[in-house]
């Protein structure tokens, strides 16, 4: 079963700490969204890339977040000198394009916890 | 701006039917129902696009009022397995549906 793939699946990391989640895209999707989830709250989009490219980052955090979409391999959020405010889910979602009619499959997420 | 989805919760008990609202203050193109059970993830369950068409998906349809900038989510006949919490995410209108504003959710409990 090709769907999205997220790993770590559970990620612990002291404040300070550097925090590297990566998501592959189901197989033929060159779209993929990043969205942060609290506890009883909605996803809120992040970032949205197609390879190579970051089309909008206006969810994202200007300081310590980034996002890349490398040619090869997965896309990968990176959270630099995390906060205990960081901890959440980060869910990862592919699409095949960004039209309307097309839905956005997502991945099972990483739970980050910031000790 | 994030929709309002009302009821925040419901409890059903198999079989009964349940609606779920989401409501924009902004004009939308599009509204996207996803379901998500405890630690998972979201499951995709149906789009409804600008035109007020209704769409099926078992014993799960929705509506989209675009004038009304709502949408509503019918389960029918539920089942102990469509307990979850369903959010609604919406595009804006202009087309292109990277950018989807959810929902805070609402969390519907089946029961036997």
């Known amino acids: 079963n090709a769907g999205v793939m997220q790993n770590p699946r559970h990620l612990v990391r002291r404040r300070g700490q550097e925090a590297r989640l990566r998501c592959s895209p189901m197989k033929g999707h060159s779209h993929v969204y990043w969205y942060r989830q609290l506890p009883e709250e909605g996803l809120k989009f992040m970032v949205y890339l197609q390879k190579e490219n970051i089309i909008d980052e206006s969810g994202m955090p200007k300081e310590r977040f980034s996002a890349e979409f490398p040619k090869e391999g997965p896309s990968i959020l990176r959270i630099q000198q995390v906060v205990r405010g960081d901890s959440a889910a980060y869910f990862c979602?592919?699409?095949?394009?960004?039209?309307?009619?097309?839905?956005?499959?997502f991945g099972d997420g990483t739970r980050l916890s910031i000790l | 701006q994030q929709p309002v989805q009302s009821p925040q919760a419901v409890i059903l008990r198999e079989g009964e039917d349940a609606v779920i609202n989401c409501s924009s203050s902004?004009?939308?193109?599009?509204v996207h129902w996803y379901r998500q059970k405890h630690g998972e993830a979201p499951v995709f369950l149906m789009i409804l696009l600008k035109g007020g068409e209704q769409k099926g998906h078992e014993k799960i349809s929705a509506s989209f009022n675009e004038k009304k900038q709502q949408s509503s989510l019918y389960l029918t006949a539920s089942q102990l397995s469509y307990s979850g919490t369903y959010f609604c995410?919406?595009?804006?209108?202009?087309?292109?549906?990277?950018?989807?504003?959810f929902g805070k959710g609402t969390l519907l409990t089946v029961n036997p």
């Open positions: 995410g919406t595009e804006g209108s202009g087309g292109s549906n990277y950018k989807l504003t």
């Open positions: 979602a592919s699409s095949p394009d960004s039209l309307s009619n097309q839905p956005q499959h």
């Open positions: 902004k004009a939308l193109y599009s």
